[in-house]
């Protein structure tokens, strides 16, 4: 489990994350959601005692990061598939990573086995793809058998079958009941990927929930009809439900379609077309990362 | 113990998995030995075959370490492996620690490689001469190398760890030991007693390396002496070190 509370850091006279409060769960996908500069890195590091704060704290099981013996064996991160030296060859770059916790070279060749690099563990990193980069910065990751993970933008430049490996894997870790953090920018991945959200926009936090109450809460965004006998849907409708007309078409919110269904056939209006209006997933997340910037400035809008 | 253990194991595996520290370590031996053997093949009475001299070629491999130190240190920040080491090791002290503890055995190890390869192959090629280590002084020349290149690498690491930056660690510390050092000289007045006080002449100084150009440039007389040079030495090395950790270990990485 991480908690975060408070959590605040300024870079001079950027807030980079303000008051953040959230937490991820253990045995689930918790997707770390926000655009690109909302603070996603920076939350990050401050998990893994890389910066500190300047206000507020954040526990990793309770604990806070700095404090953890062998951290590896606790928390496996990967912020950055690029932190590696390019000159040495994957295995010994995790072979000192794992001799700084202790951990033996049978448990690297595990993990180089788990991620599907043991034919180029000796081969150097600078000839890696991308994707194999990231495969072994996930490698690294695991290398402890940590109960919780961090991963910041996995899927950055993968095909679409390294990000179809990753989800599973997410999710395989997740269903072990480790807790697993997942940073994007990008929604409709993580709407595949994670169980829980936790959206933030110029450092503060905007949602925390499930991912079936997010799509929920936004996704509906009314119901559309067509009917010949335009003047009996209007009158059932008056004083039942907020609508507009466009184009020949109603447009009903805060009714579901059975009700409208209902009302119709009782006021004896066929119906050409009742369809609910699904908005994309995508859209409904712009607009609640784009009002959070906005109210983060009102001076600057008005 | 064992976390130390982990850590000297980790840096070990760190510093031997590329391939710039044994070209450096190469090159850090060649040179100096190279050198002593064409100053003894080859000079005349103007470099006199003393056991002091057969150490004037060691500022190359000096200097050639302090570039293996500074690119071990620096590079890390570079690459960003310095933020996983500091992931795996969030207290950060014991890990910058533990490279200068892998670092300053290399050096020493090479210091003595050095020092008694020099005064070896200069027995070799002047076979007349007397070269036999009878004195103190003599043992002292050879043998203390060891301690001169370990508190060089030492230097190494605290000036890469103070600067971050490859590029940048590296200018300084080939324009301190190549030009700034020996420019100094060129101050009227002053310049000769500045010098005194500069760190590898100080070095230089305790193995009895200075010699050569203290009898060409009519230095005054010793400010130190030996052990009192290198204790300098160590102090200004050991001073840039405690600086880069503590700095380190503050800072955000």
């Known amino acids: 489990m991480i908690e975060a509370s408070a ?22 996908v918790t997707g770390f959601l926000g655009p690109n500069g909302a603070g996603k890195s920076t939350t990050m590091r401050l998990i893994l005692g890389l910066d500190r704060p300047d206000a507020g704290a954040v526990l990793v099981d309770g604990v806070p990061y ?17 932190w590696r030296h390019p000159g040495r060859n994957g295995r010994d770059h995790l072979r000192w990573l794992a001799a700084t916790n202790g951990i033996p070279d049978k448990r690297v060749d ?5 991620v599907g690099l043991t034919s180029v563990g000796k081969t150097r990193v600078l000839q890696y793809s991308l994707g194999m980069q990231q495969r072994l910065g996930i490698a690294a990751a695991m290398l402890g058998d940590p109960r919780v993970l ?46 829980d959200l936790v959206v933030i926009g110029r450092g503060r936090l905007i949602y925390q929930g499930t991912m079936e109450e997010f799509i929920a809460q ?40 059975d009700r409208i269904g209902q009302l119709a056939f009782d006021a004896g209006a066929t119906l050409h077309e009742l369809s609910p209006i699904t908005g994309s997933l995508e859209q409904a997340y712009l607009d609640l990362t784009h009002e959070a910037v906005e109210f983060a400035t009102p001076e600057a809008v008005q | 113990m064992t976390a130390s253990t982990n850590l000297l194991r980790a840096e070990r595996i760190k510093l031997f998995s590329t391939r710039a520290p044994w070209w450096c370590l190469a090159i850090a031996l060649v040179a100096p030995l190279g ?59 014991p890990a910058l620690l533990a490279k200068t503890v892998v670092v300053g055995a290399v050096g020493a190890v090479l210091g003595l490689v050095v020092g008694f390869g020099s005064w070896a192959l200069a027995s070799l090629v002047q076979p007349d001469a007397d070269l036999a280590l009878h004195t103190g002084a003599d043992w002292r020349s050879v043998l203390g190398q060891s301690l ?12 890469a760890l103070l600067l971050r930056s490859v590029a940048f660690a590296l200018t300084i510390v080939l324009v301190w030991t190549q030009v700034l050092e020996g420019v100094v000289l060129f101050i009227p007045g002053f310049g000769k007693h500045v010098y005194q006080w500069m760190p590898f002449h100080a070095a230089d100084q305790f193995v009895g390396a200075g010699g050569f150009t203290g009898g060409a440039l009519q230095l005054p007389a010793p400010a130190l002496g030996p052990w009192g040079y290198l204790g300098y030495f160590a102090a200004i090395s050991v001073a840039l070190l405690a600086a880069g950790v503590l700095v380190t270990s503050r800072r955000d990485a």
């Open chain 1, 110 to 114: 595990e993990v180089l086995a788990l």
């Open chain 2, 148 to 159: 001169v290149f370990l508190f060089t690498a030492v230097a190494g690491v605290g000036v």
């Open chain 1, 218 to 257: 936004t996704s509906e965004h009314g119901v559309r009809v067509r009917t010949p006998h335009a003047d009996r849907l209007r009158a059932a409708l008056t004083g039942q439900a907020e609508f507009t007309e466009s184009g020949g078409a109603f447009v009903v919110s805060g009714m579901d379609s």
């Open chain 1, 66 to 82: 700095r404090e953890l013996d062998d951290p590896l064996r606790t928390v496996g991160a990967m912020l950055d598939a690029t």
């Open chain 1, 7 to 28: 959590l605040t850091k300024r870079y001079g006279a950027t807030t980079a994350v303000n008051e953040l409060t959230f937490t991820a769960r253990s045995g689930r």
């Open chain 1, 150 to 195: 961090l991963f910041d933008e996995p899927v950055n430049g993968l095909d679409p079958e390294g990000m179809a490996w990753i989800r599973q894997l997410l999710h395989a870790l997740a269903a072990e009941g480790r807790t697993v953090f997942v940073s994007s920018h990008l929604l409709p991945e993580m709407a595949q990927t994670a169980q």
């Open chain 2, 35 to 93: 050198f002593t053997a064409l100053f003894f093949a080859l000079a005349g009475p103007e470099i006199p075959p003393t056991v002091g001299n057969t150490q004037l070629a060691s500022g190359n491999g000096r200097t050639v370490l302090l570039v293996l130190a500074v690119l071990a240190t620096a590079s890390e920040f570079n690459w960003g492996t310095m933020r996983l080491t500091f992931q795996a090791v969030p207290s950060r002290v």
